[in-house]
């Protein structure tokens, strides 16, 4: 079964899946990018700050899909996509770096805030034109024989 084939509800779990994992990467990489990965610190700042690595995937997918990110048809996507992107990332690490103040999470590098919007930014576009790419690059093809 191809991905075209695949229900409404069943495309936009893929989506929300795809994007979870997106994020979680995101997030280490932009650690990663901060710290290095020399004597263990990374390791340690993700075991320590684990409860980053949960509560943030969620805010940013219930804000993805406030502002429809998981409603858009992919094959119409056009620049509207990349400033909801871009609103729906900042939110959503607008909304994490408050609650980490309230809570005063110390640990946690909060320049790695500022480098993961850059990279989440382009994951969260990058992927969905080459999701455009992929299901209807195709579909040009047959037609031009």
């Known amino acids: 079964m191809t991905i ?10 893929l989506m929300i899946f795809i994007d979870i994992i997106i994020i979680l990467v995101s997030l280490v990489l932009s ?3 901060r710290v ?3 004597d263990g610190r990374l ?4 075991i320590k700050d684990y409860h980053i690595f949960i509560i943030y995937p969620v805010i ?3 804000i993805f899909y406030y502002f429809n990110l998981y409603s ?3 094959r119409f ?7 909801a992107s871009a609103k729906s990332v900042s939110l959503s690490l607008g909304i994490l770096s408050f609650l980490m103040m309230l809570v005063r999470e110390l640990s946690f590098p909060r320049s790695v805030l500022l480098i993961n919007w850059f990279v989440l930014l382009i994951f969260i576009i990058g992927i969905r034109y080459l ?15």
């Open 4 to 13: 075209k084939k695949l229900s409404r509800n069943a495309k936009k779990s």
């Open 31 to 33: 650690l990663y990018l």
């Open 36 to 38: 290095g990965a020399e």
């Open 43 to 46: 390791l340690d700042i993700i």
């Open 60 to 62: 940013s997918v219930v």
């Open 72 to 74: 858009s048809v992919i």
């Open 77 to 83: 996507m056009s620049t509207n996509i990349m400033w």
């Open 131 to 145: 999701a455009k790419w992929i299901l209807y690059s195709e579909g040009s093809k047959k037609t031009n024989k």
